[in-house]
């Protein structure tokens, strides 16, 4: 399989995986060093990413990836592109788009997310 072909699926699984709060799918996704940070500028460990999505503190109602490009290497890959998302946070819904950066790592042969950075796109 074609490696950038590959790494789509994996955003499509992370993008499943956070819809779900999956937490199974979560732990083999993101990797035990990630850092994320949300558009807000806060940022977040995986656990506590992986605590936020399975706790209901952060529900996604509805989460898409749009204009993905994939620049890979032999053992990182970046992907860009824009998640449009519905998020009931804190008792309030939520609208949020963003342009993002995602860095996925092969480590053991197995692909984890790394870092992933979101930035607020201007409303339409």
Same mark, same amino acid.
């Given at each position: 399989?074609?490696?950038?072909?590959?790494?789509?699926?994996?955003?499509?699984?992370?993008?499943?995986?956070?819809?779900?709060?999956?937490?199974?799918?979560?732990?083999?996704?993101?990797?035990?060093?990630?850092?994320?940070?949300?558009?807000?500028?806060?940022?977040?460990?995986?656990?506590?990413?992986?605590?936020?999505?399975?706790?209901?503190? @952060?529900?996604?109602?509805?989460?898409?990836?749009?204009?993905?490009?994939? $620049?890979?290497?032999?053992?990182?890959?970046? @992907?860009?592109?824009?998640?449009?998302?519905?998020?009931?946070?804190?008792?309030?819904?939520?609208?949020? $788009?963003?342009?993002?950066?995602?860095?996925?790592?092969?480590?053991?042969?197995?692909?984890?997310?790394?870092?992933?950075?979101? $930035?607020?796109?201007?409303?339409?």
């Amino acid at each position: 399989m074609d490696q950038a072909v590959r790494i789509l699926l994996l955003e499509e699984e992370r993008r499943a995986a956070m819809l779900a709060g999956d937490e199974h799918a979560l732990r083999r996704l993101l990797a035990p060093d990630l850092r994320y940070v949300h558009s807000t500028g806060s940022a977040d460990s995986r656990e506590s990413l992986i605590a936020r999505l399975t706790s209901g503190h @952060v529900v996604y109602q509805r989460l898409c990836f749009d204009r993905l490009a994939v $620049t890979h290497m032999p053992d990182c890959a970046l @992907v860009s592109g824009e998640m449009h998302a519905q998020v009931h946070r804190d008792g309030e819904l939520r609208d949020i $788009t963003t342009c993002y950066l995602a860095v996925w790592l092969r480590r053991e042969d197995a692909w984890q997310l790394a870092a992933f950075q979101g $930035t607020t796109l201007p409303a339409h």
